[in-house]
């Protein structure tokens, strides 16, 4: 209780609570991922898997923080893993050294109930919005570019009573090819993306505790160039 007292004060009890019988799932340990991953771990979700398929690299650390220049070459998911641990012992992590897919979502989505995608490419979001539609969780979707990045959040089943905005909604296949290039090529800034996985953690709180309004049905925007932000409703 005297450890979580900052969220009781905000979400009660109750939401802490809620938040600690919680099995998260995310997809991506880099900027986005494994800056979600330290603030879900921080605040008590009980249970979070993660999945990375990639290793540390040195242009990972101008934006990845949670990384440190003797982790260079080392797995993202198993790395961040141990930061996870010794940020707090008192929560289970799961990490998957692999890559999302179709055919192993079933098995590394099974018993969680949200789903965080903090990929770098429309053609994974596209995948995961579809795996989740078809596994029915709900997810937190999350994009950044430059210094510009968007949230939204969609619903895991498809009825009237449940019916939401999907990213394929928002953006039309296929978008992104070739307009979009990877963080790669047209670069990311670490402000915006640590900006972005904050916003994908409230998000996520807020669904878990039962405190706030998730962004389903909105999509979240902000330009840290001009400080600009948008909240447009669907």
Not at 60 to 76: H, I, V, W
Not at 153 to 170: H, I, L, P
Not at 219 to 232: E, H, M, V
């Amino acid at each position: 209780m005297n450890r979580y007292l900052r969220n009781i004060n905000v979400i009660g009890s109750e939401g802490q609570k809620r938040l600690s019988e919680a099995d998260v799932f995310i997809i991506g340990c880099g900027a986005l991922g494994g800056q979600v991953a330290m603030l879900l771990a921080a605040a008590g979700v009980g249970h979070i898997g993660i999945a990375d398929f990639d290793t540390v690299d040195v242009t990972n650390l101008q934006r990845q923080l949670f990384f440190e220049e003797s982790d260079a070459g080392c797995r993202k998911a198993e790395t961040l893993a141990r930061r996870m641990r010794a940020l707090n012992s008192c929560i289970r992590v799961d990490a998957h050294v692999e890559m999302l897919r179709d055919s192993n979502a079933d098995r590394l989505l099974d018993g969680y109930g949200f789903v965080v995608d903090a990929t770098d490419n429309p053609a994974s979001k596209y995948m995961i919005d579809d795996i989740c539609l078809r596994l029915g969780l709900p997810a937190c979707i999350g994009g950044v570019a430059g210094w510009r990045g968007q949230v939204t959040c969609v619903r895991g089943k498809t009825g009237e009573e449940n019916v939401s905005m999907r990213f394929a909604d928002y953006f039309p296949r296929p978008y992104g090819d070739p307009e979009m290039l990877p963080c790669m090529i047209e670069g990311v800034m670490g402000p915006a993306a640590s900006v972005i996985a904050s916003v994908q953690a409230a998000e996520v709180l807020k669904y878990l505790s039962g405190n706030g309004e998730p962004a389903f049905n909105r999509l979240f925007t902000i330009d840290l160039a001009t400080l600009r932000t948008d909240l447009l409703e669907f």
